[in-house]
C-alpha cells in the first residue's frame, strides 16, 4: 500500500522542472549568463516585447540582435526584454528560480516571476536608439520648440530623477499620465504631450546617452528623441 502511494504521489510531482533545459546550441556569438533577478526598471530594459503563444529562447535572441543590443533577457514564460547593459542592482540566482517553460517550447526555461535567463552576445555593439517599449515606437529625433516646448508637458525630478532618466521610465511616466506621445532629452529629461508643438519639427543629432541605460539615446540638448503610442492622424502631430 505504501510503494502505491509513494507511485501516485511521483505521478502528480511535475515533471517540468527537471525537464527545462537551455538548448545546447545557441545563436552565433551568444551564451547563457544563468538565471538574474529582474529589479525596479528592469534589469535589461531597452527594448521588449510577449508573445503569449511563440515565445522561446532563440525568438527572443533573435529580436535582440536584430536590434544591435548585446543582452536578450527571457522572463516569465512569454516575456522577451533587451539592452546593451544590466542594471547595477541586478543579481545572478539560483538557476531553480527560473523555472517556468517557454510558451513556445515547454522543453525551455523562460525566467519565472520577475526572474530572467540572460543571454548575452560578445559581438561589438554600441548605444543603439530605443525603437520603443510600454507600448510606444520611436517616431523620429525632434527639435525643440521655438516658442516653448514641442511636448508641453514636463515629467518632474521627483518622478524620475535626472540620473535614472530612460526610455522605458520616460514612456512609462507619459502613459500612467494619459500621453500620446513621449519624449527624452539632454540625457536626463522627459517630457509628454499630444501634438508636437511650438514649432518643433524632424531634426538629427539625438546623440546624448540616456543617464540611466548608456545603451540607449535620450535626445540632446534642444533634441528630443520622441515616441508614439499608436497610430495618430498626421493632424495630430504638429500644432
Known sequence: MRSTFVFSFLLLVPLSLAQLSVPATLPASWTSEGCWADVPGRAIGAAGYADPANMTIKTCIDFCETRGFAYAGVEYSVECFCGNSLAPAASQVSASQCNMACAGDSTQPCGGPSRLNLFHSTAMVGPQTNPGVNGFVHMGCYSEGTTGRALTYGV???????????????????????????????????????????????????NMLCNGNSSEYCGAGNRLNVYTRGELPSSTLMS
Open 156 to 206: 518632474s525630478g521627483t518622478a524620475i530623477p535626472a540620473s535614472q532618466m530612460t526610455v522605458d521610465r520616460c514612456t512609462a511616466a507619459c502613459l500612467a499620465a494619459n500621453f500620446l506621445l513621449a519624449g527624452v532629452e539632454y540625457g536626463g529629461e522627459c517630457f509628454c504631450g499630444n501634438s508636437i508643438s511650438n514649432g518643433g519639427a524632424p531634426a538629427a543629432g539625438c
